[in-house]
């Protein structure tokens, strides 16, 4: 059975590439948004056409955005929602809840200084984690059953 993880959340860093090369010899395929910012930013109106309004520009973005997403989320067998250190992740805290809404099991990732702010999205989590790897050793119990 191939397990498959949508990982959201924050892109600044590689965290998806240490999730993914801790779970090596796994059967479990990754998913996620488009992680290069720039990108993601200006897909709507690159595809769709130019906005004066900068409102209008990120609103065709978003909109692109929500069809990979919405997708994603929606096949995932369980959900990984990372909230980095240096931003404020609103459509991290999104995914979170739409998954959640979906009835997919949760992950979530952050530091802990962060566990006050995230008090209720960890509430609708199976497991909060703090690294990568942690993240990785819950999807090998998962599929294995076997301890670290």
Known sequence: MTLKVYLSGEIHTD????VAQACEG???????????HGASDDCGV????????KFWH??????????????????????VVRFGEKYKQWNAAFDAGY??????????????????????????????AETPLQVAQILRYVETGKLP
């Open 15 to 18: 965290w998806r590439v240490e």
């Open 26 to 36: 796994l059967d479990v395929e990754f998913s996620g948004p488009v992680t290069d």
């Open 46 to 53: 690159a595809i769709l056409g130019a906005e004066s309004d």
């Open 58 to 79: 990120d609103r065709k973005g978003a909109g692109v955005n929500s069809i990979r997403t919405r997708t994603g989320l929606e096949k995932a067998d369980v959900v």
């Open 99 to 128: 998954a959640s809404a979906l009835g997919k099991p949760l992950v979530i990732v952050h530091p802990p200084e962060h566990q006050h702010a995230l008090k209720e999205v960890d509430a609708a989590a199976a497991a909060v």
